[in-house]
């Protein structure tokens, strides 16, 4: 009874002494009563239910735009109201491929534009031309999904210096790079934005029976990668997550199995959910990631593995 009388004394003092503090009195109103002020506002505006998903009118940037997992991402930014720009290093996209398909779709059906752009993303100045000029045009860069990456699969006693220095090169210098190119402009302009870098779950644990070193190892980087770059520019208004995808069933991943036929079977059994995942699992996380949905969130990684890490 008596440690409850002083706790609860020594509590009310203590917030005396927080109520009487002078630099409240020099703000016209609190931080939580603008915060309610600014909600009261936007539930006013709405005109869709959960607002916070749109991406409309807003232009991300898309590296590895130009197929696979990228394109997927870049398909449902579109459906959410993005404008999308895709970098990729083909010389151009096959004009039967599915970015085809998605950039019709966008000017047909979804009254959006799916832009093309090659380059390859550890090239620094023309990279930072591309998203300038990006930039220019559009008059703004509200987010990025760096998804450019690359994949090789060799013993640690037979990786050579030159292997090593192009999965590092293209899978964490030229996320960083990208990254940078699209903060140059969001700062430039003062303005506010998302990036995402998209790790695996490579980048946390060693997977059995995949033999990937340096693979493993740039997708740790972009983890840590993404951490620094949030505590650097949060004070811009620019926030900085990750996707970490498990195992995904793509054209890479068909060329695993025909030349190793066990994993067909090994890479689902890892999981929790028994089964591996397709590129349209991930598209909620990117607009989420995107939009204001995750307003608060920075310096996070989102781990989508289907519980292979969680065991």
Same mark, same amino acid.
């Given at each position: ?8 004394? #020594?509590?009310? #003092? ?6 009487? /503090? ?9 931080? =939580? ?12 505006? *709405? ?19 130009? /197929? ?13 109201? #993005?404008?999308?720009? =895709? ?7 096959? =004009? ?51 998804? #450019? ?9 037979? +990786? ?66 993404? *951490? ?30 025909? =030349? ?21 699992? +991930? /598209? ?18 989102? *781990? ?8």
């Amino acid at each position: 009874m008596a440690s409850s009388l002083i706790q609860k004394t #020594a509590w009310t #003092a203590g917030s005396r002494a927080l109520l009487t /503090r002078q630099p409240v009195r020099s703000a016209p109103i609190t931080l =939580a009563r603008a915060f309610h002020q600014s909600q009261i506002q936007r539930s006013q505006n *709405r005109s869709t239910l959960l607002p916070e998903f749109s991406l409309k009118d807003r232009v991300i940037v898309v590296s590895g735009g130009a /197929r696979g997992v990228g394109l997927t991402q870049a398909e449902a930014l579109l459906e959410a109201g #993005a404008v999308v720009h =895709a970098l990729d290093r083909l010389p151009q996209p096959d =004009a039967n491929s599915d970015f085809s398909r998605v950039a019709d779709r966008a000017a047909s059906e979804l009254g959006s534009r799916m832009n093309y752009h090659r380059v390859d993303v550890r090239d620094q100045k023309t990279l930072g031309e591309i998203v300038g000029g990006i930039a220019e045009k559009e008059g703004r860069i509200d987010g990025l999904i760096a998804a #450019a990456g690359i994949q090789q699969e060799t013993p640690a006693l037979e +990786y050579t210096a030159e292997d090593s220095d192009k999965m590092l090169g293209v899978n964490v210098t030229g996320v960083f790079m990208t990254a940078q190119a699209v903060a140059r402009e969001m700062i430039k302009r003062k303005q506010k934005g998302s990036l995402v870098l998209i790790g695996s779950m490579s980048g946390t644990v060693a997977n059995r029976g995949l033999i990937c070193p340096v693979y493993n190892a740039s997708k740790a980087a972009v983890l840590q990668l993404a *951490r620094n770059l949030a505590a650097e520019w949060g004070e811009h208004g620019i926030r900085v997550n990750t996707i970490s995808p498990g195992y995904i069933v793509t054209a890479m991943t068909a060329s695993l199995f025909d =030349a190793v036929p066990e994993r067909r079977t090994a890479w689902p059994d890892a999981n929790m959910l028994t089964r591996l995942s397709y590129p349209e699992e +991930y /598209r909620g996380a990117a607009v989420f990631l995107l939009s204001d949905a995750s307003s608060f969130m920075t310096g996070s990684d989102l *781990r989508i593995d289907g519980g292979h890490c969680a065991w």
